[in-house]
C-alpha cells in the first residue's frame, strides 16, 4: 500500500506559479513511477506530468511542457510539480499517483495508487 497526500494547491495569478508536493507513505516510494493528473470542472481527469523511479526519465503534456516540471526526492519520499507560467485553463483538481513501472506512463490505468487531490485555481 502507498498512501499519497498533495498540498500546495491555491489561487494564483494568470502568469504566477505555484508547487505542488505529494508526500508518499507506505511501500518503498522509489519503488514507484510517479505521476500528475488534473481534472477540471465537467472535464475527464488528464495526464500532466510523469518520473520514472529514478527521476531520469520524465514526460509532460503538451499543454504544460515547458511550463512545469516535475521532480522527486526518493529520500524525502516526495514528487514535484512546479507550474511556471500559470494560465486560466490550469485550473483543476490536481491529482498525484503510484505505480510499479521503472519509467513513467500517461495510462491511468497503470497507476495503482492515487492522492484526494489538491485545487489550483488561477484568475485570469
Known amino acids: 500500500q502507498v498512501q499519497l497526500v498533495e498540498s500546495g494547491g491555491g489561487l494564483v495569478q494568470a502568469g504566477g506559479s505555484l508547487r505542488l508536493s505529494c508526500a508518499a507513505s507506505g511501500r518503498t516510494f522509489s519503488g514507484n513511477a510517479m505521476g500528475w493528473f488534473r481534472q477540471a470542472p465537467g472535464k475527464e481527469r488528464e495526464f500532466v506530468a510523469g518520473?520514472?523511479?529514478?527521476?531520469?526519465?520524465?514526460d509532460y503534456a503538451d499543454s504544460v511542457k515547458g511550463r512545469f516540471r516535475i521532480s522527486r526526492d526518493n529520500l524525502k519520499n516526495t514528487v514535484y510539480l512546479q507550474m511556471n507560467s500559470l494560465k486560466p485553463e490550469d485550473t483543476a483538481v490536481y491529482f498525484c499517483?503510484?505505480?510499479?513501472?521503472?519509467?513513467?506512463?500517461?495510462?491511468?490505468?497503470?497507476?495503482?495508487?492515487w492522492g484526494q487531490g489538491t485545487q489550483v485555481t488561477v484568475s485570469s
Open positions: 518520473i520514472g523511479r529514478s527521476g531520469g526519465n520524465t
Open positions: 499517483a503510484a505505480n510499479s513501472r521503472y519509467y513513467t506512463t500517461r495510462r491511468q490505468e497503470d497507476y495503482d495508487y
